[in-house]
């Protein structure tokens, strides 16, 4: 009987790890279609607002739009019509835009604690040993010791055990995802600034990851150190999490600076399309207001 119970325990323990994972493929992949969509959604937009500023321009590029005013109704017509569009675009990009650049600027002081943190971990209780020599483009304070690496790669424990015993304290933690929290939970007396190292190198520069991807890379960077590799394998997986994010903030700034770009290209083309534009004229634009 007591075999019997345990056996309907594990099945059940089994079944319900299953289903957290199934939760966190579906979220990965219902993220990355969101992305896809937004992203093709953004260029499309910034082709059709280019598109609207190249029609608003050419009545005058052929003959000027201040002549044609009096002697062609239909170029008058058709500027309107196109810097109508344009206001439209604008105001979509601009209220758009400005709640991304919002969400995106209410990063950066994040960041910024974070790398304070990080910093703050330096010099703290560690195994010795050699240097992993982690790349300075990690931005860590100093070198993780091969000592530290051990103690932590050297656990038993499983991600999924991690996952069950340690704090739920966000929406992902608690569909099973690892959170750090949870991983630090697990090594109390270990290097702190190792224990970071190793949990960003499990993600993607993220707070949390998928139990079963970090216990694909765990297990990698054991067998590798263990193999005597000297922490090489860890030390690549760290710089490449770490590019990853350094990728995805450039792409942020990539993507606020076509919403910035858009934003002024409907401007002008919306409200003062005759503009000569250049920096000694911006007083002048009122005189082209339309």
């Given at each position: 009987?007591?075999?019997?119970?345990?056996?309907?325990?594990?099945?059940?323990?089994?079944?319900?790890?299953?289903?957290?994972?199934?939760?966190?493929?579906?979220?990965?992949?219902?993220?990355?279609?969101?992305?896809y969509l937004a992203s093709a959604?953004?260029?499309?937009?910034?082709?059709?607002?280019?598109?609207?500023?190249?029609?608003?321009?050419?009545?005058?590029?052929?003959?000027?739009?201040?002549?044609?005013?009096?002697?062609?109704?239909?170029?008058?017509?058709?500027?309107?019509?196109?810097?109508?569009?344009?206001?439209?675009?604008?105001?979509?990009?601009?209220?758009?835009?400005?709640?991304?650049?919002?969400?995106?600027?209410?990063?950066?002081?994040?960041?910024?604690?974070?790398?304070?943190?990080?910093?703050?971990?330096?010099?703290?209780?560690?195994?010795?040993?050699?240097?992993?020599?982690?790349?300075?483009?990690?931005?860590?304070?100093?070198?993780?010791?091969?000592g530290d690496l051990q103690q932590?790669?050297?656990?038993?424990?499983?991600?999924?055990?991690?996952?069950?015993?340690?704090?739920?304290?966000?929406?992902?933690?608690?569909?099973?995802?690892?959170?750090?929290?949870?991983?630090?939970?697990?090594?109390?007396?270990?290097?702190?600034?190792?224990?970071?190292?190793?949990?960003?190198?499990?993600?993607?520069?993220?707070?949390?990851?998928?139990?079963?991807?970090?216990?694909?890379?765990?297990?990698?960077?054991?067998?590798?150190?263990?193999?005597?590799?000297?922490?090489?394998?860890?030390?690549?997986?760290?710089?490449?999490?770490?590019?990853?994010?350094?990728?995805?903030?450039?792409?942020?700034?990539?993507?606020?600076?076509?919403?910035?770009?858009?934003?002024?290209?409907?401007?002008?083309?919306?409200?003062?399309?005759?503009?000569?534009?250049?920096?000694?004229?911006?007083?002048?634009?009122?005189?082209?207001?339309?």
């Amino acid at each position: 009987l007591l075999l019997t119970n345990k056996k309907h325990t594990n099945i059940i323990c089994h079944c319900t790890y299953q289903h957290h994972l199934a939760d966190s493929t579906l979220v990965r992949i219902s993220m990355r279609r969101f992305i896809y969509l937004a992203s093709a959604a953004i260029y499309a937009s910034a082709a059709c607002a280019f598109r609207a500023g190249s029609e608003a321009r050419a009545p005058r590029a052929r003959r000027g739009a201040r002549a044609l005013t009096a002697v062609d109704p239909s170029a008058v017509a058709e500027v309107s019509a196109a810097s109508e569009s344009a206001r439209q675009l604008f105001g979509l990009w601009f209220f758009g835009g400005s709640g991304g650049g919002g969400i995106a600027l209410a990063q950066f002081p994040k960041m910024y604690a974070r790398t304070q943190e990080i910093s703050a971990l330096a010099g703290g209780p560690s195994a010795g040993g050699e240097k992993v020599g982690v790349s300075p483009l990690c931005g860590l304070p100093e070198d993780i010791r091969v000592g530290d690496l051990q103690q932590i790669l050297g656990n038993k424990m499983s991600i999924e055990t991690m996952v069950r015993k340690g704090p739920k304290n966000s929406y992902l933690a608690e569909r099973g995802y690892l959170s750090f929290d949870a991983f630090a939970a697990a090594y109390p007396k270990t290097n702190p600034l190792a224990v970071r190292a190793v949990f960003i190198s499990l993600t993607k520069s993220s707070d949390t990851v998928e139990p079963d991807l970090a216990q694909e890379k765990f297990d990698a960077y054991a067998a590798a150190l263990a193999g005597g590799d000297g922490g090489k394998a860890f030390a690549a997986g760290l710089l490449e999490s770490k590019l990853v994010g350094y990728g995805a903030i450039g792409f942020l700034l990539f993507l606020l600076g076509i919403a910035g770009t858009v934003c002024g290209q409907s401007a002008y083309t919306g409200w003062f399309p005759e503009w000569p534009g250049g920096v000694e004229n911006l007083l002048s634009i009122p005189q082209y207001w339309i």
